[in-house]
């Protein structure tokens, strides 16, 4: 999606990126953003969600339960009664504006 569109094919245009999109949802892909820094490497994770205005990625999944019985000696936060960490995830999403995706890759199947 460029930068420069006609506002007669804009709603077109975006359309055609939601439906992309959506067709692609529960793949890995990668969204390119009009953004620069760190983003502008892109963000690459799970495309769970697509609407009219954003998606979801999820870049990281959150840890399992280190105790299948729900016994636990840590806290909320993975730290023992030290302080000491535990490597518990939380996982991680980001919600990407639509209207700032520049381009999205994935593989073909």
Sequence with gaps: MSANRNSNNSDN???DI?????????????????SGG???RGFTGLLVNVDCHTIRLVT????AP??????????????NSRGRCHRTR???SI??????????????Q
């Excluded at 939601?18 to 009009?34: A, E, H, M």
């Excluded at 280190?66 to 730290?79: K, V």
């Design 90 to 92: 939380f996982g991680t």
């Design 18 to 34: 939601i439906d992309s999109l959506r067709d692609n949802i529960g793949r890995v892909i990668t969204i390119f953003t009009q």
């Design 66 to 79: 280190r105790n299948p019985f729900g016994i636990s000696q840590f806290n909320d936060f993975g730290f």
């Design 60 to 63: 990281a999944l959150p840890s």
């Design 38 to 40: 760190c983003s502008g």
């Design 95 to 108: 919600i990407i504006p639509i209207n700032k995706i520049v381009s999205f890759v994935f593989n073909d």
């Design 13 to 15: 245009e975006d359309n």
